[in-house]
């Protein structure tokens, strides 16, 4: 089955790691999404990537990187620099950047102590 | 039952009825809409999306509905069933904004059996 996977579904840290989350989709889309969400509110955008090997930050970018070295896998790190990083992380993918619906994995659960 | 999804956020229905979730767009310039539904601890799950050169479209019980004039956005789900438990987020291409998605902050919808 084509789809996105991200894992692991609940990640818990110390204050002043860095974690990575991974998210990889086999459907071949061009565009690729991170999304931050938390309790009653809507989706923020932290980073998009429109192709491989290009990314550009979202609306809440700071303090996180990513990286697009491969079609497929668009990573996400928390670092320590992100003040609030306890949240529900959601990744997607579309054929393209815009005009199309995204497709999102199940989430993982950061929980930051 | 019907709600407006920003100033109503739960929606409360009794299987078997209808059910309207609405939405209030922000940019008139907005040419692409969708809707989300997403049940607790899953990612978003694609609904239907219209296209603004659309007043309506139809999916499998599902219908949106579209009014540039007043910038309204409704998705209407008929014969309500209990698995149709969720929030429903809506969606906008932000023409004005390299066209990113600008997502309202969700309605829960409640089916009653």
């Known amino acids: 089955d084509g789809g996105i996977t991200q894992s692991p579904k609940y990640l818990f840290r110390k204050e002043g790691q860095n974690v990575t989350l991974s998210c990889e989709q086999n459907?071949?889309?061009?565009?690729m999404y991170w999304y931050r969400q938390d309790p009653g509110q809507g989706l923020r955008l932290i980073y998009y990537s429109q192709i491989v090997n290009d990314f550009q930050k979202g609306d809440i970018a700071e303090g996180y990187s990513v990286s697009r070295e491969k079609k497929e896998s668009f990573p996400l790190t928390v670092t320590s620099a992100q003040k609030n990083p306890t949240a529900f992380y959601l990744c997607?993918?579309?054929?393209?950047?815009?005009?199309?619906?995204?497709?999102f994995g199940n989430g993982t659960r950061l929980t930051v102590t | 039952g019907e709600s407006v999804g920003l100033h109503l956020p739960t929606l409360s229905v009794q299987e078997g009825d209808n059910s309207i979730i609405n939405c209030a767009y922000s940019?008139?310039?907005?040419?692409?809409f969708i809707w989300y539904k997403q049940e607790s601890g899953k990612g978003p799950q694609f609904i239907i999306d219209i296209r603004s050169n659309m007043d309506k479209r139809q999916g499998q019980r599902v219908t949106v509905l579209l009014n540039k004039t007043v910038k309204h956005l409704s998705l209407q789900i008929a014969a309500t069933q209990p698995g149709d438990s969720a929030v429903y987020f809506c969606?906008?291409?932000?023409?004005?904004?390299?066209?990113?998605?600008?997502w309202g902050l969700g309605t829960s919808l409640a089916v009653n059996p």
């Open positions: 459907l071949n889309h061009d565009a």
């Open positions: 940019n008139s310039a907005s040419d692409y």
């Open positions: 997607a993918s579309s054929i393209a950047w815009a005009g199309s619906p995204l497709h």
């Open positions: 969606a906008e291409n932000d023409a004005g904004n390299n066209r990113k998605l600008i």
